[in-house]
Nanobody, 121 residues
Framework: QVQLVESGGGLAQPGGSLRLSCAASGFSFSTYAMSWARQAPGKGLEWVSTIFSDGSDTYYADSVKGRFTISRDNAKNTLSLQMNSLNPEDTALYYC??????????????WGQGTQVTVSS
């Protein structure tokens, strides 16, 4: 069974850093693109970043571009999100998700349980 388990969330100060991890199992991790998304309390789900299956290409939402870095270790079936220069607007529940695309269509078919990130003074 496909499983995605996020970890690494916690409390950070404004301007600080956190590194999130997502452990994947139950599928051929190295053949799938992967994404991070987040949801703040009372807000809609926001896409954050996507990485190609082999890590050769990455994409970021404008809100995190230049501050966050997505990466993966296919030998360890692990997805990561390095978050720098954090601000209170980054406070949210962060999810990793398996990503698939075909033509102009895209979908996220499996999700982790999420890990909480709180940025506060």
């Amino acid at each position: 069974q496909v499983q995605l388990v996020e970890s690494g969330g916690g409390l950070a100060q404004p301007g600080g850093s956190l590194r999130l991890s997502c452990a994947a199992s139950g599928f051929s991790f190295s053949t799938y693109a992967m994404s991070w998304a987040r949801q703040a309390p009372g807000k809609g789900l926001e896409w954050v970043s996507t990485i190609f299956s082999d890590g050769s290409d990455t994409y970021y939402a404008d809100s995190v571009k230049g501050r966050f870095t997505i990466s993966r270790d296919n030998a360890k079936n692990t997805l990561s999100l390095q978050m720098n220069s954090l601000n209170p607007e980054d406070t949210a529940l962060y999810y990793c998700a398996r990503y698939q695309y075909q033509g102009l269509q895209e979908a996220y078919d499996y999700w982790g349980q999420g890990t909480q990130v709180t940025v506060s003074s």
